[in-house]
């Protein structure tokens, strides 16, 4: 099934059920609130809103509406965790390489994972808002997991039993601001403002075959500006899958219901796939050239981010942004004019 959360003027939004074609949606009315109160007790309300997703997908759910992404918070507005790993390894090597620094090997055994901010997550169509363009400004296309409890010490084939959802996620790094603060030995903060989510959260059964290993086997769509970037497959080249990087992150701790787990910037070894961030590109420069000449975003830029199935059909829905100064207005289109005034 597909889930995701309107905007109500509340923290938590509105869970919704959405159309597989996501042109339709119905409010979960008396099933849930919430995606996190659904997650808090998913054996028992998950059926229920895979029942109603059924009646909307054949078109006899009662008061349905379409479904609109701009309307739409990130499906898990705030999260109780968020985690992301680094599980495509050579987007790390790329930049080691670049920088001359040579790559552990215990990268290859051992996944990279940072703790990122959970309490404020940016919608999949709301502006990205920063207030200084010099930061370095950079989009991270990546998929997440959603899990449901995963107990401390859980093996793999454990973890991969509590997946519960699939999303989309634009990982936004402020690439200038990162050298100091890795410098300091105590990992990201700053250089690491809201995350972005795809308009729709999904249980794995939806990806069908493309779901397999604990891997989504799909290419992964990057546009900025209007032009497609990159479209590595997230399938290939992924050195730890989910299931593996779930396990990692309960090796010391608990991960409660709610849980939300990255995959890191999706990179194939084959440059022709193009991109996932603009940080890679620039290191592929660095390597070939001995500097980086694509610049990072700019105020006013978009990003798009996105995942077809294998028929060319939108599976989670698109992020699609656009980055804007913190503070600054936008213009307001001019109001139609008056019908009565013209005659």
Same mark, same amino acid.
């Given at each position: ?8 003027? !509340?923290?938590?939004? &509105? ?32 059926? &229920? ?97 959603? !899990? ?9 084939? &454990? ?43 999904? !249980? ?55 849980? %939300? ?25 660095? %390597? ?13 830029? !978009? ?41």
């Amino acid at each position: 099934m597909k889930l995701a959360t309107l905007k109500d003027g !509340t923290r938590d939004g &509105q869970l919704i059920v959405v159309a597989r074609d996501l042109k339709t949606a119905v409010v979960a009315d008396g099933i849930a609130r919430s995606l996190q109160r659904a997650l808090d007790d998913w054996a028992f309300i998950a059926p &229920q809103l895979d029942e109603l997703y059924r009646q909307l997908n054949e078109g006899r759910a009662r008061r349905s509406f379409d479904f609109v992404p701009k309307d739409c918070m990130a499906p898990l507005p705030r999260a109780y965790q968020w985690a992301d790993g680094s599980a495509y390894v050579n987007h790390v090597e790329l930049v080691r390489k670049a920088r001359n620094a040579e790559m552990p090997a215990s990268f290859w055994d051992d996944p990279l994972m940072y703790q990122g901010g959970s309490d404020d997550f940016i919608g999949p169509c709301d502006d990205i808002e920063l207030k200084h363009e010099e930061w370095g400004i950079d989009f991270e296309s990546e998929i997440a997991v959603v !899990t449901d409890d995963v107990p401390m010490g859980a093996t793999p084939d &454990q973890a991969f039993q509590q997946i519960r959802l699939l999303m989309l996620v634009n990982d936004v790094s402020l690439r200038n601001l990162i050298p100091e603060e890795l410098a300091k030995g105590f990992g990201f903060f700053q250089s690491k403002p809201a995350s972005s989510f795809s308009p729709v959260a999904v !249980t794995p059964d939806e990806l069908g075959e493309a779901w397999r290993d604990a891997k989504v086997h799909l290419p992964l769509r990057s546009s900025w500006n209007g032009k497609l970037v990159g479209q590595p497959n997230a399938g290939v080249d992924m050195v730890f899958n989910f299931a593996q990087l779930i396990a990692h992150l309960v090796k010391t701790r608990n991960a409660r219901a709610g849980t %939300i787990v990255g995959s890191g910037t999706v990179s194939n070894k084959d440059a022709k796939k193009g991109y996932s961030c603009i940080a890679e590109k620039r290191c592929l420069e660095m %390597i070939a050239d001995g500097k980086p000449t694509t610049p990072f975003m700019s105020f006013g830029d !978009t990003i798009k981010i996105e995942m077809l199935d294998a028929d060319g059909k939108s599976i989670f829905g698109a992020i699609e942004q656009q980055v804007w100064q913190l503070g600054r207005p936008k213009a307001v289109p001019d109001a139609a004019p008056d019908a009565e005034a013209a005659e």
